[in-house]
């Protein structure tokens, strides 16, 4: 069943049927017949790795607050 929905004007006023036409009723109107489309195919996205840092013997691991806190002295680099 093929429902129908008041028409409206531009303003977002209900339109009112016109009564010099009586073959047709302005005050509804029928639903467009929408194609539906494709869904468009997603692509995965590569990420790429990330290069390994190298440790040194004697250093926090990395993420370590200790590290974290080498890092902010100087005392090492990334």
Aim: positive net charge; without cysteine.
């Amino acid at each position: 069943m093929v429902t129908r929905k008041r028409a409206r004007t531009q303003s977002g006023k209900f339109r009112g049927d016109d009564p010099s036409t009586p073959d047709i009723n302005e005050a509804w109107e029928e639903p467009s017949v929408a194609t539906k489309k494709a869904p468009a195919k997603k692509t995965a996205v590569k990420k790429k790795a990330a290069p390994k840092k190298k440790v040194v013997a004697g250093t926090p691991a990395p993420g370590s607050a200790a590290y974290k806190a080498m890092l902010l002295r100087g005392e090492i680099k990334e």
